[in-house]
């Protein structure tokens, strides 16, 4: 029976470490987009859902606390999003084979 605990223990503590790292990535790479704000590569990639975007895009104001209100809605948006949401978030803005060519002429 404890054997069975631990590797389920082990197993809960992988997925806890492979959500923090996605859910990192996901904040940087938005925080860099929307926050700071920024080209990413040398172009505006729109990544948000529009409604969003907008919101982020909506705050007025320079300095700080432009920053940290543009800040806690990315929080809040990424806070709502449920747990599938975020893995297809992450798997199309990372995973090379994700939402290639072939899933739409396969």
């Known amino acids: 029976i404890s054997l069975g ?3 389920s223990e082990m197993c809960i503590r992988d997925r806890e470490c492979k959500g923090h790292a996605m859910l990192k990535q996901l904040w940087q790479l938005l925080w860099q987009r929307y926050v700071q704000p920024g080209h990413i590569d040398g172009q505006m ?3 948000l ?3 969003a975007a907008r919101g982020l ?3 007025t104001g320079e300095g700080k606390t432009a920053e940290d209100e543009k800040a806690r809605r990315l929080c809040d948006f990424l806070a709502d999003m449920t ?3 975020a893995v297809r978030l992450y798997q199309r803005l990372f995973s090379p084979a ?5 899933d739409w002429v396969g």
């Open 98 to 102: 994700y939402g290639s060519i072939h």
């Open 83 to 85: 747990d599938g949401e």
């Open 45 to 47: 990639f729109q990544i």
């Open 57 to 59: 895009q909506a705050v």
């Open 49 to 51: 859902p529009e409604s």
């Open 5 to 7: 605990l631990v590797g």
